[in-house]
C-alpha cells in the first residue's frame, strides 16, 4: 500500500507537490473568508481578559501549530523535488514575508504618530528593531553551533531547531496581538492568513533531522515539536493584545518587524549558499507571486470584500 501511494505521488509534477499544500491551505482560507463575510467581523467586540485570551489561543494555534505540522506531513514529498522547487518554495514564503514585514512598519510607525513625541517613538521603534534583529541572529548562530556538534543526534537537532523558529513565532504572534488590540481585524487577518502561509514551509526544516534517522522517534516528539515552533504565536499574542499604549503598541510591532527581517536575511542567505544567486528567474516570479498573493489578500479581499 505504502509503495502504491509513494508511486503515486511520484507521478505527480512537481510544481504540484511544491506548492500542493499552499493550494489546499488557499482553499481552506477561502472558506473561512467566505463564512465571514457573512459576519460583521469589523464589528466583532471582544471582552475581558479571559476571551480575549482564549481568542489569541485560537488565532494562535491556527497560524502557529497547525500550519507547521502541514509542513512537518508535507516533510517526505518536498525531499524528493529538485533544489530549484524547494527554493522557489521559500521565495514564495519570502514575498508574503516582505509584504507583512512593511504592514509591521507602518504600523509601527502609526503607533509612534499617536505620542505627544513622534520622533521619540521613531527612534525607540528603530532601536527595537534593530536590537530584535541583533538578538535574534545571535540566537539563531548559538542554535546552529549546537545542532552543528548534535550532528547525528536527529531529534536532539530537531527540538534546536524547534526552539529557534518558536523564538520567531513569538514576534508573529506579537502583530497580531497588537493588531488586535488596536480593533485593526484587517490586519488581524492579513497577519493571520500571512503567517499560516509561512510556517507551512517550517515545517520540514523541523524534522529534517529526523528524517535521517533510522527509527521513527514517538509520536509524542513530534507533537511537541509543533508545539515548541509554532506555540510562540499564542504566547506572543496573549502579550501583544495588551498594548493599548501607543508607545508599547510601537514597540511590539518593532519587535515584530525585526524577527521577520531576521527570518529573511537567514532565508536569502540558505538560498544564496545552496543556488548560489537571488536572481534566477523563477526565483524572483516565486517572490513577486508571494507579494501578489499577499497584497490581493489585503487589498481585495480583506478591504474590499470583507470591508474592515
Given at each position: 500500500m505504502a509503495t502504491e501511494t509513494a508511486k503515486r505521488t511520484d507521478d505527480?509534477?512537481?510544481?504540484?507537490?511544491?506548492?500542493?499544500?499552499?493550494?489546499?491551505?488557499?482553499i481552506m482560507i477561502g472558506f473561512a473568508l467566505l463564512a465571514m463575510s457573512v459576519v460583521e467581523v469589523d464589528g466583532i467586540t471582544v471582552d475581558g481578559t479571559v476571551e480575549i485570551l482564549a481568542v489569541m489561543t485560537v488565532i494562535g494555534f491556527i497560524a502557529g501549530i497547525l500550519p507547521v505540522?502541514?509542513?512537518?506531513?508535507?516533510?517526505?514529498?518536498?525531499?524528493?523535488?529538485?533544489?530549484?522547487?524547494?527554493?522557489?518554495?521559500?521565495?514564495?514564503?519570502?514575498?508574503?514575508?516582505?509584504?507583512?514585514?512593511?504592514?509591521?512598519?507602518?504600523?509601527?510607525a502609526g503607533f509612534s504618530g499617536e505620542m505627544s513625541s513622534?520622533?521619540?517613538?521613531?527612534?525607540?521603534?528603530?532601536?527595537?528593531?534593530?536590537?530584535?534583529?541583533?538578538?535574534?541572529?545571535?540566537?539563531?548562530?548559538?542554535?546552529?553551533?549546537?545542532?552543528?556538534?548534535?550532528?547525528?543526534?536527529g531529534l536532539l537537532v530537531a527540538y534546536l531547531v524547534a526552539v529557534g523558529l518558536g523564538l520567531h513565532s513569538v514576534g508573529e504572534g506579537l502583530a497580531i496581538g497588537t493588531a488586535f488590540a488596536a480593533d485593526d481585524m484587517g490586519l488581524v487577518i492579513l497577519f493571520t492568513v500571512g503567517f499560516i502561509i509561512h510556517n507551512?514551509?517550517?515545517?520540514?526544516?523541523?524534522?529534517?533531522?529526523?528524517?535521517?534517522?533510522?527509527?521513527?522517534?514517538?509520536?509524542?516528539?513530534?507533537?511537541?515539536?509543533?508545539?515548541?515552533?509554532?506555540?510562540?504565536?499564542?504566547?506572543?499574542?496573549?502579550?501583544?493584545s495588551f498594548a493599548t499604549d501607543p508607545l508599547?503598541?510601537?514597540?511590539?510591532?518593532?519587535?515584530?518587524?525585526?524577527?521577520?527581517?531576521?527570518?529573511?536575511?537567514?532565508m536569502v542567505g540558505l538560498v544564496k549558499r545552496d543556488a548560489g544567486t537571488?536572481?534566477?528567474?523563477?526565483?524572483?516570479?516565486?517572490?513577486l507571486v508571494g507579494a501578489i498573493v499577499i497584497f490581493f489578500l489585503e487589498e481585495v479581499v480583506v478591504e474590499g470584500w470583507l470591508g474592515v
Open positions: 505527480l509534477p512537481d510544481w504540484l507537490l511544491a506548492f500542493g499544500p499552499f493550494v489546499v491551505i488557499g505540522a502541514v509542513g512537518m506531513l508535507w516533510f517526505p514529498y518536498i525531499r524528493r523535488l529538485a533544489d530549484r522547487w524547494v527554493h522557489a518554495v521559500l521565495a514564495f514564503s519570502a514575498g508574503v514575508l516582505a509584504f507583512i514585514a512593511f504592514e509591521m512598519a507602518e504600523g509601527a513622534p520622533s521619540v517613538g521613531f527612534g525607540v521603534a528603530a532601536v527595537v528593531a534593530t536590537l530584535t534583529v541583533v538578538v535574534m541572529e545571535a540566537a539563531s548562530r548559538w542554535r546552529k553551533q549546537k545542532a552543528s556538534a548534535a550532528y547525528g543526534e507551512v514551509t517550517e515545517g520540514p526544516a523541523v524534522i529534517a533531522a529526523v528524517a535521517r534517522e533510522r527509527e521513527t522517534p514517538p509520536l509524542k516528539h513530534f507533537a511537541a515539536l509543533g508545539v515548541l515552533a509554532g506555540g510562540g504565536v499564542i504566547i506572543g499574542g496573549w502579550i501583544g508599547v503598541g510601537a514597540i511590539f510591532f518593532a519587535i515584530a518587524f525585526g524577527a521577520i527581517v531576521q527570518v529573511l536575511w537567514e537571488l536572481y534566477s528567474r523563477h526565483l524572483v516570479v516565486a517572490f
